[in-house]
């Protein structure tokens, strides 16, 4: 079983920058696929970059492609988004997931783990 809070969230202005921290509890997290997702209302929920067990395989949605940096440290259990030159199409709600395998990582249904979300607002 493992526990996932995210924290980092706020409300920045176009082109600022902001830093996400998933915090995992669980001996076993250093063997999980994370994924960020983010959903706005009315829409799906959204791969943005997704990190395997080892953080040597990562995987950027479009939206995230030059701007986001996935990150992890297994032995602090968390998992880290940096997120750049943020526009105001970025503003979402922000999950962690996680799952000890995942084929489709890209597909939000298949984890089993997640956090309970932050708010990411990028407005002037």
């Known amino acids: 079983q493992v526990q996932l809070v995210e924290s980092g969230g706020g409300l920045v202005q176009p082109g600022d920058s902001l830093r996400l921290s998933c915090a995992a509890s669980?001996?076993?997290?250093?063997?999980?696929?994370v994924g960020w997702f983010r959903q706005t209302p009315g829409k799906e929920r959204e791969a943005v970059a997704v990190?395997?067990?080892?953080?040597?395989?990562?995987y950027y949605g479009d939206s995230a492609k030059g701007r986001f940096a996935i990150s992890r440290d297994n032995a602090k259990n968390t998992v880290t988004l940096q997120m750049n030159n943020l526009k105001p199409e970025d503003t979402a709600v922000y999950y962690c997931a996680a799952d000890p395998g995942v084929n489709q990582f890209t597909e939000y249904a298949k984890y089993n783990y997640w956090g309970q979300g932050t708010q990411v607002t990028v407005s002037s």
């Open positions: 990190i395997n067990s080892e953080g040597n395989r990562i």
């Open positions: 669980g001996r076993t997290f250093s063997t999980y696929i």
